[in-house]
């Protein structure tokens, strides 16, 4: 499937569409390779205090609801779908399909973050805050009291991953909108859709965090 | 050849572990200095030898496999031998023996308090037996402070939330310094503490609340420095030497000089402005309420920062502390 | 695509004119430049805060400032050094205009990235410099919780300014690693590469893989401090060491982000001047690459007397310790360069031989404290102190200072006077060694570091340690005077005045726009100096 | 560079494939939460990650293409989880073999110094007067006399102290367990105190809350909610010695 490359024109630096191409991409993924290492420390964090603190662990979960949780994952595992078929309809230069798709991760990802935004209201509400201002007001429920005095530290964890992952979907959501508007006015095609894939890439990584987050924060026994 | 290597520049040897400390030491400074002649040594050779000669003279050698491969294994092996000899050393610095005395420390910005077995309380004076080991375990109760002993070779990280011990057996009865080396605010290079070995008859003493036998050396030096009145010092003497050894002087200067604290100097029976802008003469009742409760009247300027030395200074103490700030006219 | 025509006389300094053309440029000289003179600035800066700490320590008690002041001064002195001079003084700034040329590009791969990873930098070391005007900045520059947590000072904004720089560091490594991947000249193979090349290339991969992780953990710092979420505040259940668990993770291997690019310089200045290949050139690079990778298991090894587990103490100390052995093969190597050669005893072979044996009394001080027994008297001493100031300015300033006079001419198209270079080589080579060689002796007697005021006794050394500074100070003062001489005024420069053979001096001096008139093609080894002739 | 040329072949992803993908991810995703549902012990623990691994992996080599992408690719991708893996490992040789010496940490745990008052956290008068005096000695320089946050010292801080006879603003809320919370916490340029003993603590936190309008009161479940057992002096959550009561216990050597 190689096609011209006459209607993109690379930078000077490089010798080809495609050589350009492969760069970007390396970029790419070399940019989520720092992903990796930027989350590795909360997760080395949250495991740390789950062997530290495997009661608080398991007494604050019941403060997350699992269907909260596993609803926002399976809306991330489509929204991983929808953008795969966006970038597989950016390599056949089906542009309206292109921008459809887009336009379903968008809404996706939306719904992700209203979810969340559920979620959060509902826990600043009860007093759920990150450590230091920790002050459950009301008792979550029957058989459900936090009772281990470290359970703070957990939501604190729980705060910074899902927010710093939360602010990873609202970057993605920006760039799929600017790519969605670059796809509408036709500036991909079969030999140059590197933004596409680029945004593809980074937003599957967004949805394989999430992947790990859930049963880590939502499903604990 | 260990005096020469010593000699200025290691702190006194004080515990036969500091002994085994020395012996490293000196290993690995003789070995540095082996290889810094190597290689300094042939490169200074080989640029005086070598210098302006002729471009057709140079032998281009790329490598040497067996060169290469000597002065890799050569230094695995050195660098393995050096790991066991250090973790050997470390060991004993670290396991404790059992029967060691065990002293509290508790570190705080920016003074150390020393909680002893029957119930006393120093702060910044560490009193231990001579010749019995002696385990001090260790808290913060703000941030990171280390404590350090370099005569006995030991160092420890004080950390909140966590209690870390080091262990050592003084050899000698004798003063010796404590520092604070880990970095920890305003007063980190004033959080010093003096620790003073003594034989078993004072420690005994000590521990029944009996007066010592031995004069400690800050007494000496202020003995010497009251002309050889002798005898025990004056009331001023004493309260100088409180206001260091209670960490006073890390915040309050006794040379006129602001520090986080107001100094000493010239304050006794003055009138000071307090931040609500109100005035006090600072007299005896002031400067002890200041001592104990430093929160309720603090001086225009400062921040009220001090904590509160309530049940860490005996009456007498206060009085010489009192004395020796009235002395600072 | 065929070769630029260009106009005799024209190059990437005269191309275009005007303050915005340099501000918007995507050249990665102009870059490179650019970021030359900015890490020059810090490093006044940084310098200023230096000798400032070290008159104040002339003398025990005060000297000429307030204790909190003197802390405010150390810290900016850290801070500056490390995050604003020495990660970018090699990398960012010489590599930017050296790295495409030796690899016979004409560009690096992400043009863009490039000038946005330049103001990245600009904006984090505003941001921290403005807690200049926010109240200071007191924590040391290692940020230790809870310190850094409860401190008034305005930490936060130093974080962020730390946290931002961060991302300046890991976008640079990123378009490096993409460089050297995907834009070698013809010919240029793996093992045709310039030594500096694959310093910088090791050096890159450190930067994306560990600086990711301080920026986060300086963000959760932030957090501690606005949010309370406590995870290294033992009030709340946190774990203060923790913090110096992730801080290290980055802060140990961004020792190699400073040591190993010095460590390409000397490796690219030993041959030069020595006319001669240099020696084990396959090892070096594997060296190279060993470093990096042990860079990122050991740096538990600063944490010995923290509270960590004794488990962590061994296996630390034990991986520490083989740090030691491609370290000497460079080393050695080096030396061996010189068997032989036709030594040319340059300003630029000064600063390399400078640099040679500072790094070496640094790496050997280096196994006092990777020897457990040791560590736990010198660690946070003056021994300390003096250890990573030999390995930090001596390594990393010396080969800086090599690698600038080595390019100088190529870079500004000017040759500046060799006398002037070798006395203010001397000035600060023996000013360097009176500075902080007494400080081993300090630190071996117990002083510790970071101290306002100290003993009596420490006084003398202190006391030859301020000297020494001023000698330092006089020797860059002198540099930037001959340098700024040569840069107005200096004789015109050839272009390969040193007779070298790595790609960058193919090009004329200084370079045009596209770095090469023709498109360069590599048919020799970086080093062969006395092969090629031999052939032809 | 003539190793980047040639009409190298874009892989791209089926249609089919991917909507395979998909509808496993889905499965997976209802499996992991049924597992959940049963208890095997810490095999829970490896079922989970077990199976997000095998998503994740999905994700990795289809939806991002990994497993037709470069070899260059895959080794950056595959050596960032070894570092992760190193970061990880390393940490733990420190922090799970740390465990005997580390304090557990109450968060809200107080403990019996003799008080002078039973149950503090009971309004009675005696127990409001004596909260006024610990309130004059400790609080007046930065909040007032009348506790509107107009005391002397406070005019230094930014932002000023609280002002007690108001009503809104309150940051951690003034239920009387919320205002304990930031006694013992500090806020802001507030230090903590902590140090305090229990009952002055209680007594200035019910003064405080007597200076604003509409007092709460406390009930039992605020009580446990900061970790004190209603019924008794001391918190069932203090089960091991709490570190700032050990610290004020050596402090003042009883």
Sequence with gaps: MAHPTTEHHYAHHFESAEHEFESCKQGMWLFLMQEVLFFSALFVAYAVFRMFFPEAYHQAHHALDWRMGGLNTLILICSSFTMALAVNAAQRGLRERTVWQLAFTLILATGFLVVKYFEYSHKFHVGILPAKYFHVAELIGPGKEFTDPNVPIFFSLYFTLTGLHGLHVLIGMGVIFWILLRAARGEFSPGYYTPVEMVGLYWHFVDLVWIYLFPLLYLIS | MKNFLHSGALPATGSDVAEQWNHLYDFLVGMSFFFLLIVVGAMLLFIWKYRNAKESDVVPIKDHHALELFWTLVPTALVMGLFVWGYVVYRDMIVAPTDAVEIRVIGKQWLWNFQYPNGEILTNKLIVPANKPVKLIMTSEDVLHSFFIPAMRVKKDVVPGMYSSIWFKARESGRYQVFCAEYCGAAHSGMLASMYAVDQDNWERFLSGRKLTVVLDEVKESQAASNGTGGRPTLVEQGQMLTKTKGCIACHSEDGSSRIGPSYKGVFESEVELTDGSKVIADENYIRESIEFPLKKVVKGFAPTMPSFKGLIKEEEMNAILAYIKSLK | ?536 | MSNHEGSHHHFILPVKTGTFIWITLMVLTVITVWIAQFNFGALNFAIAMLVATIKASLVAMFFMGLKYDKLENRVIFIASLIFFAIFMVLTFSDLAFRGAFRVQQPFFAESGSQPKFANPWKVTPELLAHGKAVFETNCVTCHGAQGKGDGPAGSAFNPRPRNFTEEPGWKNGRKPTQIFATLKNGLGSMPSFASLPLDDRWGVVHYVASLGPNTTVVTDADLKSVGVDPSGAVSAAAKTLPIDFAIERMATGN
């Design chain 3, 1 to 536: 695509m065929s070769s630029a025509a260009t106009v005799p006389g024209e190059n990437y300094l005269n191309c275009e004119k005007g303050l915005w053309s340099w501000l918007s440029t995507l050249d990665h000289k102009r870059i490179g430049v650019m970021y030359l003179f900015t890490v020059l600035f810090t490093f006044l800066l940084g310098g200023i805060f230096a000798l400032l700490v070290r008159i104040e320590l002339m003398s025990p008690g005060r000297t000429i400032v307030d204790a909190d002041t003197y802390n405010k001064m150390f810290t900016y002195h850290g801070v500056i050094m490390v995050f604003m001079v020495v990660i970018p003084m090699i990398p960012a700034a010489l590599g930017n205009f050296i790295l495409p040329m030796q690899l016979g590009a004409k560009d690096v791969a992400f043009p863009r990235l490039n000038l946005l990873s330049y103001y990245i930098f600009v904006l984090g070391a505003l941001i921290a410099a403005s807690t200049l005007f926010l109240g200071g900045l007191d924590t040391g520059w290692t940020f230790y919780t809870p310190y850094s947590s409860q401190s008034s000072t305005a930490v936060t904004y130093a974080l962020l300014g730390a946290f931002v720089m961060g991302f300046s560091s890991i976008l640079t490594g990123l378009n490096f690693i993409v460089t050297i991947h995907k834009l070698r000249a013809p010919g240029q193979t793996w093992m045709h590469l310039p030594l500096f090349v694959w310093a910088l290339y090791a050096t890159s991969i450190i930067q994306v893989l560990a600086t990711p992780v301080v920026a986060i953990t300086l963000f959760l710092v932030v957090l501690e401090r606005t949010m309370g979420i406590g995870i290294f505040d033992p009030k709340l259940g946190g774990d203060p060491v923790l913090f110096q668990h992730f801080f290290w993770f980055y802060s140990h291997p961004a020792v190699y982000i400073m040591a190993l690019p010095a460590m390409g310089v000397i490796s690219e200045v030993i041959p030069v001047y020595s006319r001669k290949p240099i020696f084990g050139y396959r090892a070096m690079a594997i060296a190279i690459f060993g470093i990096a990778l042990v860079a990122f298991l050991v740096w538990g090894h600063h944490m010995f007397v923290s509270g960590q587990s004794e488990v962590a103490n061994f296996v630390f100390s034990l991986l520490t310790m083989f740090v030691a052995v491609p370290t000497g093969v460079k080393v050695f190597s080096w030396v061996a360069t010189l068997y032989k050669g036709s030594i040319r005893l340059t300003a630029t072979l000064l600063w390399a031989v400078g640099f040679i044996f500072i790094f070496t009394i640094g790496g050997m001080t280096g196994m006092f404290l990777a020897t457990l027994a040791t560590d736990i008297h010198l660690t946070d001493t003056y021994f300390v102190v003096a250890h990573f100031h030999y390995v930090m300015v001596g390594g990393t300033l010396f080969g800086f200072m090599a690698g600038l006079h080595h390019w100088f001419p190529k870079m500004f198209g000017r040759m500046y006077c060799e006398r002037s270079a070798r006395i203010s080589w001397l000035l600060v080579f023996l000013g360097f060694n009176v500075t902080f060689f007494p400080q081993f002796i300090l630190g071996a007697q117990g002083m510790p570091r970071r101290y306002y005021d100290y003993l009596p006794e420490f006084t003398t050394l202190n006391r030859i340690s301020t000297y020494g500074s001023w000698l330092i100070g006089l020797g860059f003062l002198w540099c930037a005077v001959y340098l700024f001489r040569a840069l107005r005024s200096g004789p015109k420069a050839p272009d390969n005045p040193w007779q070298a053979l790595t790609l960058e001096w193919e090009s004329s001096s200084p370079p045009t726009f596209h770095n090469f008139d023709h498109n360069p093609r590599v048919t020799h080894g970086p080093y062969d100096y006395g092969l090629i002739r031999k052939e032809v």
